[in-house]
Nanobody
């Protein structure tokens, strides 16, 4: 089992910044990749960004150039730096981790990000 604990959400004005963190614990040796998804009210959960252990990144088109995902393998933690936030970024953000040995996906509890106009 893998546990994911998120932090860093909140309320910010448009144009502002937030940084999300997600710490993994448990069976972490086979976790790859990690990342973030988000779900806005009335919408499906969507990919925001992922990062592998070798730090290969993948971003949704809507956040490219504004969000940066990073990973500290020594702390088993993934970060999402969100700059130039827009009201349409408002959503619950979920940390995600994939176990490539067990072929299982794990999710954090979610953290609310609200961007006011």
């Amino acid at each position: 089992q893998v546990q994911l604990v998120e932090s860093g959400g909140g309320l910010v004005q448009a144009g502002g910044s937030l940084r999300l963190s997600c710490a993994a614990s448990g069976r972490i040796f086979s976790i790859n990749p990690m990342g973030w998804y988000r779900q806005a009210p009335g919408k499906q959960r969507e990919l925001v960004a992922t990062v592998t252990r070798l730090r290969t990144t993948n971003y949704a088109e809507s956040v490219k150039g504004r969000f940066t995902i990073s990973r500290d393998n020594t702390k088993d933690t993934v970060y999402l730096q969100m700059n130039s936030l827009k009201p349409e970024d408002t959503a619950v953000y979920y940390c995600y981790a994939a176990d490539i040995v067990l072929h299982r996906n794990y999710w954090g509890q979610g953290t609310q990000v609200t961007v006011s106009s």
